[in-house]
C-alpha cells in the first residue's frame, strides 16, 4: 500500500475508496480535490446508507472507516453511534503506536474529532503544513508546535504556549481567532484553515514575527485587508473562500512572496495584479457560489 504522505485519504486504499464514495454521490475525485466543498451534507445524507453498506462489506478494512469518518466530519450530517464507536476502535491503536510520526498527528487530531462530532458541527480532520519547506518540523521540533485545540487550551494554562513557533487550529469551528494567540509575540506561522471565519481582529498586528498564514476553507466574502500590515507576512493563503474582489491595497504588502486566493467567487484576477510584486496562485472556479 502506497503513502504519500501521513493524512486520511492519501493512500492507495483510501484514495479507492473515497472515489467510489464520490461516486455514488455523483462527483468527480479532481474536483473534489480542488474543493471539497462541492460535497454537501444534502448528497451525502441522500447516499449515506447506500455508502454505509459499501463500508459495512469491507468491515474487515480500516480505510472505509477513515474515508466515512472524513466526511461525515467535514459536512456535518448525523453520525450513527455504532459507527463512531467502529470508527474510534480501529484508530486509537494507530496513533498510539506512534510508528510514523506525522500518521500518529493525523490520527490523533481525527480520533478527537471524530470522539466529541455532534450533528450539524463541521469539523474537519488537519492538513498538516511544512512550514518554509522544512520536512522535519513535525518528526525534530514537535516541542515547537501547538496541534489542535485540547493541546492549545493546555498550553495556554501555562507559560509554554508562548514558547511555541506553530499554531495549527484547523478545523475545529472556530468562528473567531482565540485572542490567546495575539500575545504569542515569537510566532511564526498560524494555520487556521476549514473553520468559520469572516474576518480578522485588529490584534493579529501584534504578531510581528508572522511568516505563514492559511486561512483556507473559511467564510470570508472580503479581503481581510489588516494582513496587509503585518510587517514580516511572507505567505498568504486564502484558498477556497467567498472573495469576490479584490482590493488595490493588496500591492502594499511588505514582504509577502506567495498570495494563494484559489477557489474563490471571482471570475478574474484584476489588471492591477498584473504588476504585483509577489506570486500570485490562483484557479477561477466553474460557477460562483452562495
Not at 164 to 193: D, N, V
Request: glycine share 4%; hydrophobic share 40%; charged share 25%.
Amino acid at each position: 500500500m502506497a503513502r504519500s504522505s501521513g493524512q486520511i485519504l492519501d493512500d492507495d486504499e483510501e484514495i479507492d475508496f473515497t472515489s467510489q464514495v464520490l461516486d455514488a454521490c455523483g462527483l468527480d475525485f479532481g474536483d473534489f480535490f480542488f474543493d471539497e466543498r462541492i460535497l454537501t451534507r444534502e448528497n451525502l445524507e441522500k447516499n449515506f446508507n447506500f455508502i454505509l453498506k459499501m463500508v459495512q462489506n469491507r468491515s474487515f478494512r480500516q480505510a472505509p472507516y477513515f474515508v466515512i469518518g472524513y466526511f461525515i466530519l467535514a459536512t456535518g450530517i448525523k453520525m450513527p453511534e455504532g459507527l463512531r464507536r467502529n470508527i474510534l476502535k480501529r484508530t486509537e491503536p494507530y496513533y498510539k503506536e506512534k510508528v510514523d510520526i506525522e500518521r500518529a498527528i493525523y490520527l490523533k487530531d481525527f480520533h478527537d474529532k471524530i470522539s466529541v462530532y455532534n450533528s450539524g458541527s463541521k469539523l474537519h480532520p488537519i492538513h498538516l503544513t511544512y512550514f518554509n519547506g522544512d520536512q522535519d518540523l513535525y518528526s525534530k521540533h514537535r516541542d515547537k508546535i501547538a496541534i489542535g485545540i485540547n493541546e492549545f487550551q493546555k498550553l495556554c494554562k501555562s507559560e509554554e504556549i508562548y514558547r511555541r513557533e506553530h499554531i495549527i487550529l484547523q478545523g475545529w469551528g472556530l468562528k473567531a481567532i482565540p485572542e490567546q494567540i495575539f500575545e504569542i509575540e515569537g510566532l511564526r506561522s498560524l494555520s487556521l484553515g476549514y473553520n468559520e471565519l469572516m474576518k480578522i481582529s485588529d490584534n493579529i498586528l501584534n504578531l510581528r514575527s508572522l511568516k505563514t498564514l492559511s486561512l483556507d476553507y473559511n467564510h470570508f466574502k472580503n479581503f481581510p485587508e489588516v494582513l496587509i500590515n503585518l510587517p514580516s507576512l511572507e505567505f498568504l493563503s486564502l484558498d477556497n473562500n467567498f472573495i469576490s474582489t479584490i482590493p488595490v491595497s493588496i500591492t502594499k504588502f511588505n514582504v509577502l512572496k506567495n498570495l494563494f486566493i484559489r477557489m474563490n467567487n471571482f471570475n478574474k484576477l484584476p489588471e492591477f495584479l498584473t504588476a504585483a510584486p509577489f506570486n500570485i496562485e490562483y484557479k477561477i472556479i466553474r460557477s460562483l457560489r452562495d
